[in-house]
């Protein structure tokens, strides 16, 4: 792989801590949820994930698109993030909803089928992350 560009991010205190990058871009507390028997009240690793995710889909998919002739003006993509057990292991689910005001939903399925393809979050979890597509 040639290397475009790296992200340098470090964590103290976990899930109950502080982010910062090393560019100084980044500088927030993360918490763990309510939902998982946390605090609450700041960010946490599955919504950072899901912000990630979201963006880099509809950069490929826009890339995708441009590269077809399909103008996705107005794409959005909706990403969830799920956390939970499995035996000891803890797992991440995802499920990404994606919604192209104005193209077909057979043109759609296709694009986002090979956005799945280009993505490089897409290739990271492929095989280690259940993902769900789902055009809207």
Same mark, same amino acid.
């Given at each position: ?28 507390? %993360?918490?763990?949820?309510?939902? @998982?028997? &946390? ?10 994930? !899901? =912000? ?25 993509v909706d990403a969830e993030v799920s956390i939970g057990k ?7 689910? %995802?499920?990404?909803?994606?919604? @192209?005001? &104005? ?10 089928? !090979? =956005? ?10 492929r095989g280690n992350v259940e993902v769900e597509l789902v055009?809207?």
């Amino acid at each position: 792989m040639q290397t475009l560009y790296t992200a340098q991010a470090a964590t103290t205190g976990g899930r109950d801590g502080r982010v910062s990058s090393k560019d100084g871009q980044l500088e927030f507390d %993360v918490r763990i949820p309510k939902e @998982m028997g &946390g605090a609450g009240g700041a960010t946490n690793p599955e919504q950072l994930f !899901a =912000a990630g995710y979201s963006a880099c889909f509809d950069s490929a998919l826009n890339l995708v698109a441009r590269g077809q002739g399909v103008d996705l003006k107005g794409s959005v993509v909706d990403a969830e993030v799920s956390i939970g057990k499995e035996g000891e292991a803890y797992k991440l689910a %995802v499920k990404l909803t994606v919604t @192209m005001p &104005g193209v077909e939903k057979e043109v759609a399925q296709k694009l986002v089928e !090979a =956005a799945h393809q280009v993505c490089p979050y897409s290739n990271a979890t492929r095989g280690n992350v259940e993902v769900e597509l789902v055009v809207a």
